[in-house]
């Protein structure tokens, strides 16, 4: 398979993703959750948190958490920054999630973004835009500081080193955050952040290093965070000096959504 069969293949696994009945495109709705129990607009059952976990008592309605009715009071305590839990009320999902204090997002499949979904905008793939880099692990993982898209939200992330690779000469380095099966993440923006792709941050995926540390960057698959679609997200800012100081012409840009 060439290059661009095998990159048109991963875009279109990558928008089916998206298109996910219950995935980013379906939120409708984000509450922050307060120290006494609540109802929210449109929700079934009482809400509320205490400084560690998050609460949900069903009030009589039919809530249930990975297919099993709540019957009383249920309590979550999740990981700041970490994977939220889900409970279902019908058709929809509402997602509670850590982000310093604890949260609540609606999965709606019935949501206006989801149904006019009809795929992502991106630059042409380009193999000059693959390089090969060096991978520098710290002797100790650092966890690390970021900002958010939400005003005076931060994020905690574990670093567990840095990324090294030259581009037209220049050596660049950005700071990684862990990935998927032993791989990488780099949060970055580039010149053409804010012009043709999201302002605050596209996410390069990097599988695991080799044995002698060395990484394939591909920016041609650069993919926006869920904030890019919705402002639902609370997605993380890059670490300081994961800027580059050049137009990365390849991987997803500005959605639809967010154009004009």
Not at 4 to 17: D, I, L, N, V
Not at 92 to 108: K, N, P, Q, T
Not at 113 to 139: C, Q, S
Not at 156 to 180: D, I, K, M, S
Request: charged share 20%; proline share 8%.
């Amino acid at each position: 398979m060439d290059f661009t069969q095998a990159w048109q293949e991963w875009k279109a696994g990558r928008e089916k993703t998206l298109a996910d009945p219950h995935g980013w495109l379906a939120l409708v709705s984000l509450d922050w959750l307060e120290t006494h129990p609540r109802s929210y607009p449109g929700l079934p059952g009482l809400w509320w948190q205490d400084e560690d976990v998050a609460y949900v008592d069903p009030a009589g309605a039919d809530l249930r958490h990975e297919g099993t009715p709540l019957s009383g009071v249920r309590r979550f305590e999740l990981v700041n920054s970490g994977p939220g839990a889900r409970v279902t009320a019908g058709d929809r999902e509402i997602e509670i999630a850590r982000r310093s204090g604890y949260l609540i997002r609606v999965h709606d499949p019935k949501s206006l973004v989801l149904r006019n979904f009809h795929g992502v905008p991106a630059y042409e793939p380009d193999a000059a835009w693959v390089f090969v880099g060096t991978y520098e692990p710290f002797a100790e993982p650092r966890p690390t500081t970021v900002g958010a898209v939400v005003e005076g939200l931060s994020h905690v992330y574990t670093v567990p080193g840095l990324v090294h690779f030259t581009h037209n000469g220049t050596e660049h380095t950005l700071t990684a955050f862990n990935g998927r099966d032993g791989g990488l993440n780099i949060l970055f923006t580039d010149k053409t952040s804010g012009v043709t792709t999201y302002a605050a941050n596209r996410s390069l995926p990097v599988s695991a290093p080799a044995t002698d540390g060395t990484v394939t960057l591909d920016f041609t698959r650069a993919v926006n965070l869920p904030c890019a679609f919705t402002d639902f997200a609370t997605c993380p800012l890059p670490p300081e000096g994961n800027h580059l100081p050049f137009a990365v012409e390849a991987g997803e840009k500005l959605p639809f959504e967010r154009q004009g």
